[in-house]
């Protein structure tokens, strides 16, 4: 038997397969007993449902799934944004998460100011974080791959969220997700990773596939791809970093149309292998 007391497996991994039910349950019978939630599938049954099911299974959550996307011009929908994700605050603190993974949000429909959608996110997150505070729920940046400036954030790099969190004095209630997918190409990789020691809130891994058939959807299981994951965890490490090591994949080609606890199976054998 491998140790697994590191191994969480976030829901986008089992997304069209598995409810929040099913996969509490479906986890923990794989020997995963901690996980990142998706806050659509939370929905679906409710908190104090999710916190019974968490309970039963003993599963502990790693992260929930999202809060920001605070780039949008429009006032009333920047404020509906911020209304929301003081819920999303509200929900990772019910369920004892251990962050609320932050997604900044892209360019405004028909804008191309990117500096502009930048400071509005800055303001937003400035807002926020008192509240989160308050809370005692830490807000985890999460840098996304350049390819989806646009569309999803403008956050990009590992150096702009250790910025942000310069920029702002913030404490431990602002932190960083290190995603492999979205961060392994950055040449400044090493330097920002050991600069954002003491924020590392998350850890998640998976692969880019050299043959990619979508950027965002189309991510590889360990091991399948080009990235160094083991290089990677080694200098997140190093950091004193010493929580889980999070499964996520999106997969709509391969991953979310197998069977879960094959997928699940899968997951832990190559968290064992070499590339973990």
Same mark, same amino acid.
């Given at each position: 038997?491998?140790?697994? +007391?590191?191994?969480?497996?976030?829901?986008?991994? @089992?997304?069209?397969?598995?409810?929040?039910?099913?996969?509490?349950?479906?986890?923990?019978?794989?020997?995963?007993?901690?996980?990142?939630?998706?806050?659509?599938?939370?929905?679906?049954?409710?908190?104090?449902?999710?916190?019974?099911?968490?309970?039963?299974? /003993?599963?502990?959550? @790693? #992260?929930?799934?999202?809060?920001?996307?605070?780039?949008?011009? $429009?006032?009333?929908? *920047?404020?509906?944004?911020?209304?929301?994700?003081?819920?999303?605050?509200?929900?990772?603190?019910?369920?004892?998460?251990? #962050?609320?993974?932050?997604?900044?949000?892209?360019?405004?429909?028909?804008?191309?100011? &990117?500096?502009?959608?930048?400071?509005?996110?800055?303001?937003?997150?400035? /807002? &926020?974080?008192? !509240?989160?505070?308050?809370?005692?729920?830490?807000?985890?940046? /999460?840098?996304?791959?350049?390819?989806?400036?646009? *569309?999803? +954030? #403008?956050?990009?790099?590992?150096?702009?969220?250790?910025?942000?969190?310069?920029?702002?004095?913030?404490?431990?209630?602002?932190?960083?997700?290190?995603?492999? !997918?979205?961060?392994?190409?950055?040449? $400044?990789?090493?330097? /920002?990773?050991?600069?954002?020691?003491?924020?590392?809130?998350?850890?998640?891994? #998976?692969?880019?596939?050299?043959?990619?058939?979508?950027?965002?959807?189309?991510?590889?299981?360990?091991?399948?791809?080009?990235?160094?994951?083991?290089?990677?965890?080694?200098?997140?490490?190093?950091?004193?970093?010493?929580? !889980?090591?999070?499964?996520?994949?999106? +997969?709509?080609?391969?991953?979310?149309?197998?069977?879960? $606890?094959?997928?699940?199976?899968?997951?832990?054998?190559? !968290?064992?292998?070499?590339?973990?």
């Amino acid at each position: 038997m491998g140790d697994f +007391s590191q191994l969480a497996i976030n829901q986008f991994t @089992t997304l069209h397969q598995w409810s929040l039910p099913e996969a509490v349950e479906g986890y923990a019978r794989n020997g995963a007993h901690a996980m990142g939630i998706v806050r659509d599938k939370l929905h679906e049954v409710g908190v104090v449902e999710a916190r019974r099911l968490l309970r039963t299974h /003993e599963m502990q959550v @790693t #992260c929930l799934c999202v809060g920001g996307l605070l780039t949008d011009s $429009d006032p009333h929908r *920047f404020r509906a944004n911020l209304a929301d994700s003081r819920r999303a605050i509200d929900e990772a603190g019910e369920l004892g998460a251990e #962050c609320l993974v932050f997604v900044a949000g892209g360019l405004p429909e028909g804008s191309r100011d &990117l500096p502009a959608a930048r400071a509005r996110c800055l303001e937003g997150l400035a /807002e &926020l974080l008192p !509240y989160a505070k308050s809370a005692g729920v830490t807000l985890a940046l /999460e840098p996304l791959h350049p390819m989806i400036c646009a *569309f999803r +954030s #403008c956050l990009s790099t590992l150096g702009q969220a250790n910025d942000w969190i310069e920029a702002l004095g913030a404490g431990p209630e602002l932190g960083i997700v290190i995603d492999v !997918y979205h961060v392994w190409w950055d040449p $400044d990789l090493e330097r /920002e990773i050991a600069r954002a020691a003491g924020r590392v809130a998350s850890f998640h891994i #998976c692969d880019w596939l050299m043959e990619t058939t979508d950027l965002r959807l189309d991510r590889g299981m360990m091991g399948d791809g080009v990235i160094d994951i083991r290089r990677i965890r080694r200098l997140v490490e190093a950091t004193g970093y010493d929580g !889980y090591r999070e499964v996520e994949i999106f +997969s709509a080609r391969n991953w979310w149309k197998r069977d879960p $606890d094959e997928v699940v199976a899968i997951a832990k054998a190559r !968290y064992l292998s070499d590339v973990v």
